[in-house]
């Protein structure tokens, strides 16, 4: 079965700072999808990103991005020049590039605060 | 164009009420989910259909009762629910339910079992 794991429950990072989100995942498969999803307090998920595990450059999304490493299970988001709209949940999910693969699985989340 | 729509946006209902929640897509995607949500806990995967046809049920109580009528527009039927049912409901979205693809939600339904 697959598992993700994000072991920061809660963050905060001054405005315009940086800041990084960490996720693990465990699964026997070689061909899958990683995600970052926002859910701000107003509820709405978000995708942020998306990253396919066959190619091996980081995906970018403006001011975030991710440090995929396939080898270590490990799938971090960095966010640059934080704004206090980034605020929100952060949560990681995982997918299988399979039949029947239907399921996200999603950590736990990581609470993230923008301080002014 | 990404939206996935829902309503109503709060609902508050006693226990021997029967109430629907509805969300629709109009982006052509062919996979459709309901969600359950607890604050501050991801989202736990309810029911999936995939071509309007349920593929997963994740043992879900027969209290929750959902239903495709076609392929943009997705229902969950409540009836009898009880005060731990209270939660937040995601729709979500996918191009295909088969093989990995980005599912996009909704805002939700904020429901209230009194």
């Known amino acids: 079965a697959q598992t993700v794991t994000q072991s920061q429950p809660e963050m905060s990072v001054q405005e315009a700072e940086t800041v990084t989100l960490s996720c693990t995942y465990d699964t026997s498969e070689n061909n899958y999808y990683l995600f970052w999803y926002k859910q701000p307090p107003s509820r709405q998920m978000i995708l942020v990103i998306r990253?396919?595990?066959?190619?091996?450059q980081n995906a970018t999304e403006n001011r975030f991005s991710v440090n995929f490493q396939k080898a270590a299970k490990s799938f971090s988001l960095k966010i640059s020049d934080s704004q206090l709209g980034d605020t929100a949940m952060y949560f990681c999910?995982?997918?299988?590039?399979?039949?029947?693969?239907?399921?996200?699985?999603f950590g736990k989340g990581t609470k993230l605060t923008v301080n002014p | 164009d990404t939206e996935v729509t829902q309503t109503p946006k709060h609902l508050v209902m006693g226990m021997t009420n029967k109430k629907s929640l509805k969300c629709e897509q109009h982006m052509g995607h062919r996979a459709m989910y309901w969600y359950k949500q607890k604050a501050k806990k991801p989202p736990e995967l309810m029911f999936v259909y995939s071509y309007e046809k349920l593929s997963i049920n994740e043992s879900v109580p027969s209290r929750f009762s959902p239903e495709c009528p076609n392929s943009s527009l997705l229902n969950l039927h409540l009836h009898a629910l009880q005060p731990e049912d209270s939660a937040l409901y995601l729709c979500?979205?996918?191009?295909?339910?088969?093989?990995?693809?980005?599912?996009?939600f909704g805002p939700g339904t904020r429901l209230t079992v009194l």
């Open positions: 979500a979205s996918s191009r295909q339910a088969v093989g990995a693809d980005t599912q996009y």
């Open positions: 990253q396919e595990a066959y190619k091996q």
């Open positions: 999910a995982f997918t299988l590039v399979q039949g029947g693969s239907e399921k996200l699985v």
